[in-house]
């Protein structure tokens, strides 16, 4: 049956509507703010998938259609998310992720598709909003509900949700998000404003958030079905307390070395250790022999995980010895490449980055296909984390969403000088 929710947030319409569209979902809703329009869906699966980390996906689909447009390219059809859309995923999945249970193993996935789109009225925090609700009103384990706005500054004035005419006035562009009790997730530009001025808005904009969350609340105490039993995964107490007891001291040692490549090898001896002896086991079945050395290896990298964290809250050290007030060797060159408009390398401790600057004409400008009112762009950071610079073997190709966001941080904070 369907069911029709209102609310009135800082001059906009709110609507939700729910048990008509996508019913087959774990949890559907449809989300209108004024004239944009957001289906957020959240589906779950019944078995926990191996592996030793919560396998979470949000997407955030732009469809060209909602603002009135026809693809380019040859086939006149959406192809790949745009840097927008992945980017915007990252901001949803930042603030949901640490609001599901430790040991939750089950796959989740939560599809925004955007289907109509008003400038003025945010598509992005929409999402957010559907995404969060989604997950209420299902029967899958949340311990939400969150929400998030951005918040501009206009005029030293504050203003929830700017619209675009604002956002070129403004100063500030921050989007924060989290729940009734806390912020969460902030991520942030601005022209160089005061820390004070910046935690005066980042409150500001939690006051609105603490709105939308009651009215979650609300939807989800109206609606919302009974949620499932979800078995979480816990390590097996007497496989924990064997490898700690066997590697713990000589683990802390290992993880203090001062040289980066010689405490990760040291660490790395100590796992393979470890590993060895579970892997060359006898077990019944190799089902029961892949889910040993799952566990085996999640023991390992909690116990390292815990530690540094350990040491650096409790002994205020850092692995490297470094105290918390103190920074690694800084090293700054220029001029690596004869022929590249600019270069530079920048060495901090053993981390090395190279930075390559080109100069374009107009007709460089990257043209975009988004739903932000940007048909252009004329400033581009990009960020390439190849697997050789941390020693390892990976996937190359095509940037993946972390290179997508890690460059996109860059790029804001640079685009204001």
């Known amino acids: 049956m369907k069911r029709v929710f209102e609310k009135e947030f800082f001059g906009k319409k709110i609507v939700v509507e729910t048990g008509e569209i996508a019913k087959q979902a774990d949890g559907a809703v449809f989300v209108r703010l004024n004239d944009t329009v957001v289906l957020s869906t959240a589906c779950c699966s019944d078995e926990p998938k191996e592996g030793d980390f919560f396998p979470l996906t949000v997407t955030y689909e732009e469809k060209q259609y909602a603002i009135g447009r026809i693809p ?14 992945t980017l915007t995923a990252r901001l949803i999945d930042r603030p949901i992720r640490p609001m599901f249970s430790d040991g939750f193993r089950n796959e989740v996935q939560i599809i925004n598709t955007v289907m109509s789109v008003d400038l003025d009225s945010t598509p992005e925090m929409t999402a957010m909003f559907g995404s969060s609700l989604a997950l209420g009103i299902s029967d899958i384990p949340f311990d939400g509900p969150i929400a998030g706005v951005y918040v501009g500054r206009v005029n030293g004035k504050l203003v929830i949700n700017p619209t675009v005419e604002e956002r070129e006035k403004s100063d500030l562009n921050l989007a924060v998000a989290g729940t009734k009790e806390a912020i969460n997730m902030v991520e942030a530009g601005a022209n160089e404003l005061s820390e004070d001025e910046m935690l005066d808005a980042i409150m500001f904009g939690h006051e609105a958030i603490k709105q939308l969350c009651e009215f979650e609340d609300e939807i989800i105490k109206e609606i919302g079905k009974p949620k499932r039993e979800i078995e979480l995964y816990k390590p097996d107490q007497t496989i924990v307390d064997d490898i700690y007891g066997r590697i713990y001291d000589r683990m802390v040692k290992a993880i203090s070395i001062f040289d980066k490549l010689e405490r990760q090898n040291a660490i790395d001896s100590l796992k393979a250790e470890i590993v060895d002896d579970y892997d060359n086991r006898e077990y019944k079945k190799e089902k029961e022999h892949k889910a040993m050395m799952l566990m085996v290896n999640d023991i390992l990298e909690n116990m390292v995980a815990n530690e540094v964290r350990r040491l650096i809250t409790e002994e205020k050290i850092r692995p490297d010895g470094r105290k918390i007030d103190e920074i690694r060797p800084l090293d ?77 941080l860059g790029e804001r904070a640079l685009s204001y000088v």
């Open 72 to 85: 380019g390219g040859f086939l006149r059809r959406e192809g790949r998310p745009g840097e927008h859309a």
């Open 332 to 408: 700054a060159q220029v001029d690596l490449l004869p022929r590249v408009h600019g270069s530079a390398m920048f060495t901090r401790g053993q981390t090395q980055v190279i930075s390559t600057c080109t100069l374009g004409i107009k007709e460089d400008e990257q043209i975009l296909e988004s739903l932000s009112p940007e048909d252009s762009k004329r400033w581009m950071h990009h960020y390439n984390f190849p697997p050789f610079s941390v020693g390892e073997i990976g996937r190359t190709g095509t940037p993946g969403r972390r290179e997508i966001g890690h460059g996109a």
